[in-house]
């Protein structure tokens, strides 16, 4: 019997010391010590040239010596299938064990093709056995000021969960809180315009007043030169009309 593992070769017919495995697909006749020279026994076709009398559909009848005067032969088996006649659809996903094939929490399914099986990779993962990480949020995450990334499959769009005070598809928006709880979305450009904007209202101000403050000044210095010139008219005066 041929099996498509060199793992799950199986010896045939233990009492005549026959068996036989395929290390990489190549058939090779194992003989025993105990089993005398293969040249001195005596040799029928059990297979009778029909291939598919003892082996069925899916596999090839080999005849071998015969030994204890008993018909050997082989039934070397079909891609897919295993057992002594090649009766047994082999199950790669089984066979290997529901782990040892697909990596990462993949499910293996088998399949009527080689490698006969096939694995579905869960999220994150990709290859024929899960083996390579495709995880977007792990190679290049692009969510910004801290958002948390999330990966939902592949060709989906990632998701961001953005941190309090920031929004978008990638947390790149600043949000701004108003009157209410209203959340006023500024892009970086139109924060760098509302403070020039500010900026330029409070200098407006700031020159505004200035102003009136240096006209009062000016105004309250003028008044108080035009009293103290009064005083002085008014303490010239008497002199004046003494003189006369």
């Excluded at 995880?135 to 969960?161: A, D, F, M, R």
């Excluded at 509302?194 to 309250?220: E, H, K, P, R």
């Amino acid at each position: 019997m041929l099996f498509p593992n060199e793992n799950h070769s199986k010896e045939i017919n233990n009492n005549k010391h026959i068996s036989a495995t395929t290390p990489n697909d190549n058939l090779i006749i194992k003989v025993s010590n105990q089993l005398r020279n293969l040249q001195n026994l005596p040799f029928e076709s059990i297979c009778a040239g029909d291939q598919t009398i003892n082996c069925g559909q899916n596999g090839k009848c080999i005849s071998l010596p015969n030994v204890n005067n008993e018909k050997q032969f082989l039934c070397v088996c079909n891609d897919g299938f295993t057992g002594p006649t090649c009766q047994t659809a082999w199950d790669a996903c089984l066979t290997s064990g529901p782990t040892s094939l697909c990596l990462n929490g993949g499910i293996c399914t088998s399949t009527d093709t080689p490698p006969y099986y096939e694995c579905k990779c869960t999220v994150g993962f990709t290859g024929m056995n899960c083996e390579v990480e495709n995880n977007v949020c792990k190679t290049n995450n692009p969510c910004q000021n801290g958002g948390k990334c999330s990966y939902i499959g592949e060709n989906l769009p990632i998701i961001c969960t953005c941190l309090t005070g920031y929004s978008g598809d990638y947390c790149q928006i600043i949000v701004k809180h108003g009157i209410g709880g209203a959340g006023v979305k500024l892009h970086p450009g139109q924060i760098i315009m509302m403070w020039g904007f500010l900026l330029f209202i409070l200098a407006s101000i700031l020159y505004c007043t200035f102003s009136v403050v240096y006209d009062i000044i000016v105004q309250i210095r003028a008044k108080k030169r035009k009293e103290k010139q009064e005083q002085d008219n008014d303490m010239d005066s008497p002199s004046q009309s003494d003189e006369k």
